[in-house]
């Protein structure tokens, strides 16, 4: 089991940035650190993360672990199954972000310092407009009502704790089911993966992705 230690912030550069501060942590130690505004914030890619104040989910969980590599699975499958309960319909694009009806509802970032993982997870929540390149959508828009960032964190603490306990002892195995059936891409589907268009296969037990005969670990999915 995890001791939680939590950190919020009014306005800061990123969480991401905040966590890092913290470091080295305690062993068995989940930081949890939130924002209202993050004037600095990032996704993959070295995307800029840009939200309102107090419209977004904007949180970094931060641990030591062992086994790094499906982590950013693990919390997207965690959220989705959390949201699909609330009755939204969340999709994920390969490896971890959160899709509603196509469009974007939230990402995932992972730094590895040493033997930390910060998973930086930003989801968009009481937005009525989103200003980027390409279709995004928030819980707002899906459902016409606003929902609280902090409650929605609340909820999903305790079930990212219990698949983080199962996760150290088991990987992501347990897990593998529920992320091939959420996934947006099925077997057969023609992808661009790092702008090269290649036929979709499968999710390795790894939680690789294989295409047209190759296997990925990383990069970026398109349609």
């Known amino acids: 089991m995890f001791e939680i230690k939590k950190l919020h912030f009014k306005t800061t550069t990123s969480t991401q940035d905040e966590a890092l501060k913290q470091l080295p942590l305690p062993e068995n130690t989940l930081l949890v650190v939130t924002a209202d505004y993050q004037t600095d914030g990032r996704g993959r890619l070295k995307r800029k993360w840009v939200a309102e104040p107090g419209t977004s989910l904007l949180v970094t969980f931060a641990f030591k672990t062992k086994d790094p590599y499906s982590l950013t699975q693990l919390l997207a499958v965690t959220l989705a199954n959390l949201l699909e309960k609330k009755g939204f319909r969340p999709q ?132």
Do not use: C, M
Request: hydrophobic share 35%; no cysteine; aromatic share 8%.
């Open 92 to 223: 994920i694009k390969w490896p971890n972000d959160l899709l509603i009806n196509g469009k974007k509802l939230g990402g995932i970032l992972a730094e590895l310092k040493d033997d930390t993982i910060l998973l930086g997870l930003g989801l968009n929540v009481n937005q009525e407009e989103i200003d980027i390149n390409r279709p995004a959508t928030s819980l707002r828009q899906e459902s016409e009502r606003n929902y609280s960032p902090t409650d929605l964190l609340n909820e999903l603490l305790p079930q990212w704790t219990e698949a983080l306990t199962t996760y150290n002892s088991q990987s992501i195995a347990p897990f593998l089911s529920l992320y091939k059936r959420l996934l947006a891409h099925k077997p057969g589907e023609s992808v661009t993966i790092n702008n090269e268009r290649l036929v979709f296969e499968k999710i390795n037990n790894d939680g690789s992705l294989s295409a047209s005969g190759r296997r990925f670990y990383s990069g970026d999915i398109s349609y």
